[in-house]
């Protein structure tokens, strides 16, 4: 049975992509451009790299340090703070990099160069859950933290050796580790993103994070908040207050928003017809859930056929 991470990043629909490593020689300074409805990371194996987000976070990354920018915001990359950007779009049509093997910048001492893994993470369009949104700008993870968090640090350097092989056969195992990856870094971010540690803190709680499942395991069930109070044990009072200070939102309000997020998943596979997808995500009429899905998503749910 599908625990309630695990239901959330398959239906959001995470997908590790563009895995690739540098080789960066100075002086560099790359502007990396805004991207909707992804993560991206920049894992340093070797030298220093400058990283600087949209909106004033500067962060200086050192060997084995791994930053994750969880909302696809611009930044730069840098031997030095406060360079001139060059858009990533003309560097890579100078060097003719297409995205195999490694993105050479400059042609400097090879034991003096910046080498990065890079890669980011990609979300479905109009893939939604408090999860994502939980987040700081930045996520920047030292050394010494991957060094406390054994699982992250062997899924790195995992990743970071498939890079290095420059073999394409080693591209469907980097993807299947992605949701290892993501998750692992959200839990050692936990200590400096206290909304992170409350969405986590939801999940592991024994009242709060039973109610969870019920809602993800039986999604078509008719549930209210007093029924779900009854199934975990907790007064309805209580139980919608605790749930709405780890969750972030009321017990229904959370039901409602993940039977269309599902829905949203169910309609993009061949064949499920609106009514079919309607009932499995609990309502009993398609058209008060065509409704819903149009207010939801700004358009009907046959639009989200395939």
Not at 2 to 9: A, F, M, P, Q, T
Not at 182 to 198: F, K, S, W
Not at 206 to 215: D, V
Request: charged fraction near 20%; glycine fraction near 8%; hydrophobic fraction near 40%.
């Amino acid at each position: 049975m599908k625990d309630v991470l695990s239901d959330i990043l398959d239906t959001i629909e995470l997908k590790g992509a563009l895995y690739f490593r540098t080789d960066f020689s100075p002086p560099f300074a790359i502007g990396v451009p805004a991207y909707g409805k992804a993560a991206r990371f920049h894992l340093v194996v070797q030298g220093c790299c400058h990283v600087t987000v949209s909106g004033g976070v500067e962060v200086l990354l050192q060997p084995g340090d791994l930053i994750l920018v969880p909302y696809g915001s611009a930044h730069v990359l840098s031997d030095v703070a406060g360079r001139d950007a060059v858009p990533l779009e003309n560097i890579v049509a100078n060097t003719g990099y297409t995205g195999e093997g490694t993105f050479v910048i400059g042609s400097g001492d090879p034991t003096a160069s910046t080498q990065l893994v890079c890669g980011h993470f990609t979300f479905a369009e109009g893939a939604d859950h408090p999860l994502l949104h939980v987040l700081p700008k930045t996520l920047h993870l030292t050394a010494e933290d991957r060094a406390r968090q054994p699982i992250l640090d062997d899924v790195l350097r995992l990743v970071a050796r498939r890079i290095f092989q420059d073999s394409p056969r080693t591209s469907a195992s980097i993807s299947r580790l992605s949701e290892v990856l993501y998750i692992e870094v959200l839990r050692a971010g936990i200590d400096r993103a206290p909304e992170l540690q409350r969405i986590f803190s939801a999940v592991n709680d024994p009242q709060i994070g039973k109610a969870l499942s019920l809602i993800h395991q039986r999604l078509d069930h008719d549930w209210t908040v007093d029924g779900l109070a009854s199934e975990i044990g907790m007064s309805r009072s209580r139980f919608a207050e605790r749930f709405r200070e780890l969750v972030g939102s009321g017990p229904m309000g959370y039901l409602t928003d993940w039977r269309l997020q599902k829905a949203r998943l169910l309609l993009g596979q061949p064949r499920a017809s609106v009514k079919e997808v309607a009932y499995r995500t609990g309502y009993r009429s398609p058209t008060a859930f065509s409704r819903a899905y149009a207010q939801k998503f700004g358009h009907p749910p046959k639009d989200s056929r395939p």
